[in-house]
């Protein structure tokens, strides 16, 4: 059974850090692209980073969290990573990671975890 | 970057009804069109890739239709669990987007 868990998610101070993990479990992790989508509360959904298969050597974010925000992962773990700096409010969301069934970056999603919020606050 | 508008904002139907959502495009997608089922506190289900393919579990009485800037979600014969909010998303043009969701509400 693929599952995909985020864990990471908490409080945080505006400015400051937090990085996210998402266990991948019930597939060859390294054969498929992942990314990270976010929703705030009570809003829609918003793609945020996305990374390839393989040695994910393709990566993406969005511009609002370009510069800010690195995907990476680790196949060895079956984890990959969203490392958040200089967070703002507006990055207030909970935080879904999801599974492209490619391994190139083909951007729709098959299998999201239960996700991880993110409170940007002081 | 692509907007999707989704309509109508609120859908209420009874069982047995049938549904239809819609997606419009601000610029052509092609195919490249998605559909989620997102009910309250739970992550996004994929039900339709590709505007026309169901995702692996997905009832026949969901299926999907369009190519360019219009799309539609049709479910037939609804049944209580399908209350949700529905997400229609583009992966033609980057930034791949989202549409604003329909509440879809079974009476």
Redesign the interface.
Same mark, same amino acid.
């Given at each position: 059974e693929v599952q995909v868990l985020e864990s990471g998610g908490g409080l945080v101070q505006p400015g400051g850090s937090l990085r996210l993990s998402c266990a991948a479990s019930g597939f060859t992790f390294s054969s498929y692209a992942m990314s990270w989508?976010r929703q705030a509360p009570g809003k829609?959904? !918003? +793609?945020v980073s996305a990374i390839s298969g393989g040695s994910g050597d393709y990566t @993406?974010s969005? !511009?609002t969290v370009k510069g800010r925000f690195t995907i990476s992962r680790d196949n060895s773990k079956n984890t990959v990573y969203l490392q958040m700096t200089s967070l703002r409010a507006g990055d207030t969301a909970v935080y879904?990671c999801a599974r492209t069934p490619t391994t190139v970056v083909? @951007?729709?999603?098959? @299998? +999201?975890?239960?996700?991880a919020l993110v409170t940007v606050s002081s | 970057e692509t907007v999707l508008t989704q309509s109508p904002a609120t859908l209420s139907l009874s069982p047995g009804e049938r549904a239809t959502l819609s997606c419009r495009a601000s610029q052509t997608v092609s195919s490249y069109l998605a559909w989620y089922q997102q009910k309250p506190g739970q992550a996004p289900r994929l039900l339709m890739y590709d505007a026309s393919n169901r995702a692996a579990g997905i009832p026949a009485r969901f299926s999907g239709s369009g190519s360019g800037t219009d799309f539609t979600l049709s479910i037939s014969s609804l049944e209580p669990e399908d209350s949700a909010v529905y997400y229609c998303q583009q992966r033609s043009n980057w930034p791949p987007t989202f549409g604003q969701g329909t509440r879809l509400e079974i009476k």
């Open positions: 989508v829609g959904l !918003e +793609w @993406y969005a !511009e879904y083909t @951007y729709y999603f098959d @299998y +999201w975890g239960q996700g | -």
